[in-house]
Structure formats: C-alpha cells, structure tokens
C-alpha cells in the first residue's frame, strides 16, 4: 500500500490543491464528486495533474506539508516537469 501526495488543478495554471491520501484513484474520484472538500467544490478544482508514492504516511504528510508553503511559480514548474500537457491523470490511474 502506498501513500500519495498529489496536486489537483481546476485548468492549466489555475487554481491548485494539494492533498494526501492512501488510496489516489478514490481520492480524486471524491474530488471529482465534489465529495469532502468545500475548497475544491467551490473552485472546481478536479483535475489530477501531479501526484508523487511515498511508502510512509509521515513522509507523504511532510512532503503535502512542503508543497503547500511552496510558491506557486514553483508547483507549476513541478507540475510542468511531471506532466508537461497538463493532462488529467485520472484516467490512467484505472488502467
């Protein structure tokens, strides 16, 4: 089992969420169903564009911690690295 720190964006280099979770597939569906989060309901924020796997959740909460101080000059050059179409990653998840 692995543990997920991952980055949701409403369009490219819009509105950004970080977030954490054992289990990324149900996660971003949640998001998608505007489930459990007013910010990303209220933003629209649902688009999986960045995730990382981390073994342990201290290093997975520590990492999520890390990114959300960042500035976001710096998650989007992260985002742009990792997916540089900003392609929803959802889908790929359920292959």
Request: proline fraction near 3%; aromatic fraction near 16%.
């Amino acid at each position: 089992m692995g543990f997920y720190v991952y980055l949701l964006a409403n369009r490219r280099q819009g509105t950004f969420y970080v977030g954490v979770t054992n289990s990324l597939a149900r996660r971003v569906y949640e998001h998608r169903e505007r489930i459990g989060s007013d910010f990303t309901r209220r933003y629209g924020v649902d688009q999986l564009v960045y995730y990382e796997v981390y073994d342990a959740p201290d290093e997975a909460i520590r990492r999520e911690k890390r990114l959300k101080r960042w500035p976001r000059a710096w998650k989007i050059k992260t985002i742009e690295a990792f997916n540089p179409d900003w392609r929803d990653l959802y889908e790929d998840l359920n292959r």
